[in-house]
């Protein structure tokens, strides 16, 4: 990878920027529209957003303002829980897709498997919500269908059931935070793995732990940390509202980090994560 606008490609061949755009916590309105456009402007080219996270109307808008064609732009939201089943699924993503104002989404995901009150009924649930999935792509509607913060208990059960396997598994990982049995299944099965918290929340970015790696290459320590996504074959989604930042975070493509230096990024120890378990987490 040596630019933004380098690709992986999923198992259907669509091609992916393999470093994407967060959107989690940017409000809605100027925030959002504005992060958006900054992104895009230094050289962004995949944007990941949410229908819970309130902003997909501000993303479409940002998109439109932007000046940069429809065409080159990857764009992912993602379905609620609340909506999970076949034509709740249908209704979700027909919303979703009136408030970016596109006519094709590239990439869309189940975002939790479990939903609150129904957490029970998680297989089928999933099960119904990806036919629906299915029925979309067939149709032309997406591009690519995937899950978020499925671990190895609801994707196997998915991969049983599904016509279509996901092309993508969006999960948090960072280092420190590996999630390796997930990480394994989805290369066996040829899903691409997204990170999200790939900067673990901050903690990492404090302190001195990255410092020897911050000196030898002259980079930040979420430089550093976006480096190490890349080289591990994963798709970070860093999010940030600053322009600063969020041009800082793209200047990740002229320097490598050796093996010593994977290996102790590996095993780094007491690294904050979200604390949101999808085996508990039902929302």
Not at 57 to 86: C, H, M
Not at 136 to 156: C, M, P, Q, T, W
Not at 229 to 238: I, K, M, S, T
Not at 244 to 249: A, D, K, V
Request: with cysteine.
């Amino acid at each position: 990878m040596k630019s933004l606008t380098d690709t992986y490609t999923l198992s259907n061949g669509v091609k992916i920027p393999c470093v994407g755009f967060g959107t989690w916590q940017a409000e809605n309105g100027e925030q959002a529209v504005n992060s958006v456009k900054a992104a895009l402007k230094v050289g962004y080219r995949h944007i990941d957003t949410a229908m819970i996270y309130e902003n997909e109307q501000s993303i479409g808008q940002a998109i439109r303002e932007s000046g940069v064609p429809r065409g080159e732009i990857f764009v992912t939201t993602k379905l609620w829980n609340a909506d999970q089943g076949y034509e709740t699924t249908l209704k979700a993503f027909d919303a979703s897709m009136k408030r970016l104002g596109l006519d094709v989404l590239d990439l869309y995901l189940i975002h939790w498997p479990m939903t609150k009150g129904r957490a029970d009924q998680w297989p089928e649930l999933n099960r119904e919500t990806w036919r629906a999935m299915e029925s979309l792509y067939k149709d032309g509607r997406i591009r690519a269908i995937g899950v978020s913060n499925f671990l190895v208990k609801f994707l196997e059960p998915l991969l049983q059931s599904a016509e279509i396997a996901p092309m993508v598994n969006q999960i948090e990982l960072h280092p420190g935070f590996l999630q390796k049995d997930t990480v394994q299944l989805c290369k066996q099965r040829g899903i691409l793995v997204e990170s999200w918290a790939p900067l673990s929340r901050g903690k990492l970015l404090q302190g001195d732990t990255l410092s020897p790696l911050t000196q030898k290459h002259n980079k930040t320590p979420a430089q550093i940390i976006l480096r190490w996504h890349l080289q591990h074959g994963l798709l970070p989604l860093p999010k940030s509202v600053t322009p600063s930042r969020i041009e800082q975070n793209t200047k990740i493509f002229d320097f490598e980090l050796s093996t010593d230096e994977m290996a102790f990024m590996d095993n780094l120890k007491d690294v904050q994560w979200s604390n949101l378990d999808p085996l508990t987490a039902a929302f």
